[in-house]
């Protein structure tokens, strides 16, 4: 039961150009949503976030936009630079068992072409 | 400030033996979180620490163990190595009181041969 979908396992873009990486959620709970960038060898690392109380969060060239009624999220890039050029997941957290855990999507690798 | 770390970087087994990996979190973090990220997909959630206390368990077999130490420390436990078990091991913490923020390791690339 994927909570989470991250329906596009790969996207490329031109450098400067925007990046539109989309995820999907099927759980009406979720209420803070964070967006999390990979590169090999490396951990995750946090990128993003928004709260459901919010549409759209902005940070530099980041930009996340929520649209609950259709429990989608997008997460904006622009303009895209080379460095971008990596794995990004979208999460939720969740209360189980008394335990706080991150329920990811599968992940989108975003490749940034000069 | 140093991040968290986890040792061994890399790690090659074979089927039915078992493994530890282990976890610094962040200074200050009392709470550690253990993820599975088989390729291709997201990581998934194994254990939280908190304390010193298993505070749940995802859908993993009794083969996943853990324990977190007086210095908020962490090891990973799989017994009986399946070749299903390959895949990287992230810890992650997490400070108390603060948003759902996780802070990752490199993780741990164990090959299950």
Partial sequence: DQQVKQNSPSLSVQEGRISILNCDYTNSMFDYFLWYKKYPAEGPTFLISISSIKDKNEDGRFTVFLNKSAKHLSLHIVPSQPGDSAVYFCAAPQSVQGAQKLVFGQGTRLTINP | DAGVTQSPTH????????????????????????????LGQGPQFIFQYYEKEERGRGNFPDRFSARQFPNYSSELNVNA?????????????????????????SGTQLSVL
């Fill in chain 2, 81 to 105: 190595l399946l070749l299903g078990d390959s895949a990287l091991y992230l810890c992650a913490s997490r400070a108390t009181g603060t948003n759902e923020k996780l802070f990752f390791g």
């Fill in chain 2, 11 to 38: 790690l090659i087994k074979t089927r039915g033996q078992q493994v530890t990996l282990r976890c610094s979190p962040i200074s200050g973090h009392k709470s550690v979180s253990w993820y599975q990220q088989v």
